[in-house]
C-alpha cells in the first residue's frame, strides 16, 4: 500500500481528526503571522524603525519613555503568539502549557502598561497622536480595547484545560 495521503473513504476517524487540526493550527499559526506583520508594518516608522525615521517618528511617535515599555512589553505579546501557535502547531503542546504562564504574567503587565498609557496620551494638550478627536471620547476606545482583552485572557485562563475552547483566542 502507499505511503501517500490515504483516500477519503480509507482514513480512519483519527487520521481524519489529524488532518483537521494540522490544518486548523496551520491556519492559526498563518493568522498568527500575519497579525504579527501587520503590527510590524503600522508601527515601523514610530517603534520599530524608529532611527531611520527620525522626522516622521518625531512628528507621529509618541514622546513619552513609556511608550517604549509599552512597544518592548506589546512585542514580546506578538513573539509569545507566534511562539504559542508554532508549539502547537508541531505538536509540543507540554511546552505550550508552561509558556502559557509567562503569557498570564505579560497579560497583566499590558493591561497595566495599556490602561498609564491611555491615561498619558489622554493627558497631553494635543490628546491621543494623531487622532481628530476630543482625547475624554476617545479614551473609551482603548479603554474598551483593555476591558475586553482582559476578558478574552481570562477566559483563557479559566478554560486552559479545554483546548478547543482556546483555540479561538
Not at 42 to 49: E, I, N, S, V
Request: glycine share 8%.
Amino acid at each position: 500500500m502507499s505511503t501517500g495521503i490515504l483516500p477519503t473513504a480509507l482514513r480512519t476517524g483519527a487520521t481524519r481528526l489529524r488532518l483537521r487540526w494540522s490544518t486548523e493550527h496551520g491556519v492559526y499559526l498563518g493568522l498568527a503571522i500575519a497579525i504579527t506583520a501587520a503590527v510590524v508594518l503600522g508601527f515601523a516608522r514610530t517603534f520599530f524603525f524608529r532611527p531611520w525615521y527620525p522626522q516622521y517618528s518625531q512628528a507621529h511617535g509618541a514622546p513619552e519613555t513609556i511608550f517604549y515599555v509599552h512597544g518592548v512589553a506589546f512585542t514580546a505579546w506578538l513573539l509569545l503568539l507566534l511562539a504559542q501557535t508554532s508549539l502547537v502547531t508541531a505538536g509540543r503542546v507540554d511546552v505550550h502549557r508552561r509558556l502559557g504562564w509567562v503569557g498570564a504574567a505579560l497579560a497583566v503587565l499590558m493591561v497595566v502598561l495599556g490602561t498609564v498609557g491611555s491615561l498619558i496620551a489622554a493627558a497631553r494638550p494635543s490628546g491621543f497622536i494623531d487622532i481628530p478627536m476630543p482625547p475624554l471620547q476617545f479614551l473609551v476606545v482603548p479603554f474598551n480595547l483593555i476591558v475586553l482583552f482582559a476578558v478574552f485572557v481570562t477566559l483563557a485562563i479559566l478554560n486552559r484545560r479545554r483546548s478547543q475552547s482556546q483555540s479561538g483566542i
